[in-house]
């Protein structure tokens, strides 16, 4: 395509998968992506998900890091709070020691599960979402990219790697607040229009543009769109292929425990009811679902609705062999 393409990748535990498999079949959409040319690959912080295998980026990141030979590796991202900065500082400064200049350090500031499993992350008290942008600070100094801060962090206490190993940094948001904070800082900016999606995606890429100011880091806005991705030959058979992804999502919809993404066998064989058929459509209409033109068209329409500079693609279906036959339809 004649837009720049990343992948984000959530290591689905499929069905009675092991997560040894799902995590097998992320290094395999990796080394597809890698492949094909596709600019970024990143993976996402979860806990407590069933159907997530993705809870250590930083360890994941270093084997895709391994696997695969020229495309940018990195978090999509690390939920900031649930970690001391100087963790994170040093985690992406050794990956950055070891990979060079292919590492994406995406932070997003929300706790990526729910408050009981937050709290077993053994998190400080007082590191919150509200703390989110004093941490980036914090890491932004670890990395040498500003001057060491006030109380020390940069200069009295140093990250070991760290300091002159800087990744790619980036903030992501669902909402205005990371939008506006980016573009206070100077940052590029992701938005996850695939789980947010509607006219917050506009409002954010809008506030975050009105927000920027220049920094060390960029002379003017950078700016990527991550967005739900199946491409088949029909476009009822990609809504077919899509089914587990609608299903998981109903069911986190509507308060059901979080739970391994469903078979398509066990999704088209669901009682579907008007609301969830409803819900369903909505969603799968603010995101690239359908034929490979449709995709094509939809992922086109998303970058010049937004102005952003990336697109990155969050790849569905049942499997980890639809994943990689949409990568592979998409730069065809």
Request: aromatic share 6%; charged share 20%.
């Amino acid at each position: 395509m004649d837009i720049p393409l990343s992948v984000l990748d959530l290591a689905s535990v499929h069905g009675t998968a092991s997560h040894a498999e799902a995590l097998a079949d992320t290094l395999s959409i990796a080394r597809t992506a890698d492949r094909l040319g596709y600019h970024r690959f990143w993976v996402a912080e979860h806990h407590g998900m069933p159907g997530v295998a993705s809870s250590a980026p930083a360890v994941l990141i270093g084997a895709i890091a391994n696997a695969t030979e020229r495309i940018r590796v990195g978090s999509g991202g690390v939920m900031l709070p649930n970690h001391a900065s100087l963790v994170i500082a040093e985690q992406f400064g050794t990956l950055v020691a070891l990979h060079g200049d292919r590492i994406d350090l995406g932070l997003g500031r929300a706790p990526g599960t729910d408050p009981v499993t937050a709290m077993a992350l053994r998190r400080a008290a007082s590191e919150t979402a509200d703390t989110f942008p004093q941490q980036v600070l914090e890491l932004l100094a670890y990395f040498g990219t500003i001057a060491p801060l006030e109380n020390g962090i940069g200069s009295a206490v140093v990250a070991i790697p760290g300091l002159g190993d800087s990744p790619e940094l980036w903030l992501l948001g669902s909402s205005g607040f990371s939008a506006q904070l980016a573009g206070m800082m100077g940052l590029p900016f992701a938005f996850a229009h695939h789980f947010a999606g509607g006219e917050a995606t506009l409002t954010a890429f809008d506030l975050y543009r009105r927000s920027f100011q220049p920094s060390v880091v960029l002379n003017e806005p950078h700016s990527m769109v991550a967005v739900a991705a199946l491409a088949a030959g029909t476009t009822e058979e990609a809504e077919r292929l899509a089914l587990p992804n609608s299903l998981f999502s109903v069911r986190l919809r509507y308060g059901h425990r979080p739970s391994r993404l469903p078979t398509l066998e066990e999704a088209e064989a669901h009682a579907w009811t008007d609301a969830e058929r409803v819900f369903v459509d909505e969603r799968n209409a603010l995101q690239a679902i359908g034929s490979v033109d449709e995709v094509r068209d939809r992922l086109r329409l998303l970058r010049a609705e937004t102005g952003a500079d990336e697109v990155m693609v969050v790849p569905q279906g049942p499997d980890a062999a639809t994943k990689v036959a949409t990568l592979e339809a998409l730069q065809a």
